[in-house]
């Protein structure tokens, strides 16, 4: 069978982000997606309306009943949503300290709404942070974490908060106007970086699906820097042939390309 990610994140009913992005693109990286919801969400492709967390009890006993089932090798997580399901995670990853993990550090939705109380939760995030073999956190969500507003500053704290590997997404930032670049840094220092011209518009689950890329890579063994190559330009493509659900609204990646 092929390699699998574990994913722990939230249902989207719209399918733009959460598991069905995961189970999407950790498919077209060639690594197979087993599940462990962390949330029900109200949401579509525009807007959170709110959410109900799962039981961290219940989600255990999901993750529990697939990792000696599937050939489980790495972890991704998105959307957590409580405090509870944080320390649940770092449970289970404590006890599986053999896989590799993908934490995604999702804060707050880009459709409108957060997902939990931000500052909890980036208190609480502060557990998962050494256990992760690669963040991937937005520009946004790397000052929360540090609480440092520039970021070469935010980025040399997150690895004084224990951080081993961290891509730097550059989508939020409005310099340059033209160019989205990444920056991939292992050990605080700079190994990768990418650039692509910067599309119009904004994407639901562009996030979500470039972590789950990266993690499906990493499942079938390529290196850090080959598996963040590999997906960037994976999701470069998806982003340029997204699905317009509105004209004013925010596109949906399409994965399968």
């Not at 989205?180 to 190994?191: A, E, H």
């Not at 004013?248 to 399409?254: A, E």
Request: proline share 4%; glycine share 8%; aromatic share 6%.
């Amino acid at each position: 069978m092929r390699p699998t990610v574990l994913c722990f994140s939230g249902l989207d009913p719209s399918g733009g982000a959460g598991l069905q992005a995961d189970i999407e693109a950790i498919g077209q990286s060639g690594s197979h997606a087993a599940i462990a919801c962390t949330a029900l969400t109200i949401q579509n492709s525009q807007q959170v309306f709110g959410f109900k967390a799962t039981s961290k009890q219940l989600l255990l006993a999901q993750a529990n009943a697939v990792i000696h089932d599937l050939p489980i090798n790495t972890v991704k997580s998105g959307m957590l949503g409580t405090t509870e399901n944080i320390a649940a995670l770092a449970e289970f990853l404590s006890q599986h300290a053999e896989l590799k993990y993908v934490l995604d550090p999702v804060l707050a939705a880009n459709s409108g709404g957060h997902l939990g109380d931000m500052a909890t939760l980036v208190e609480a995030f502060k557990v998962l942070i050494p256990r992760a073999t690669l963040m991937t956190p937005n520009t946004v969500e790397l000052r929360a974490l540090t609480d440092c507003d520039d970021l070469h500053e935010a980025t040399d704290k997150i690895f004084e908060l224990g951080a081993k590997a961290v891509l730097v997404k550059g989508g939020h930032e409005k310099f340059p106007a033209d160019l989205l670049i990444n920056r991939l840094y292992i050990d605080g220092k700079l190994v990768h970086e990418s650039e692509c011209p910067r599309l119009d518009g904004e994407y639901h689950g562009s996030g979500c699906s470039l972590a789950s890329f990266i993690a499906g890579r990493l499942a079938l063994n390529d290196t850090l820097i080959k598996a963040v190559d590999i997906a960037e330009k994976w999701l470069f493509r998806a982003l340029e042939r997204a699905d317009v659900p509105h004209l004013d609204g925010q596109r949906m990646p399409r994965r399968f390309i």
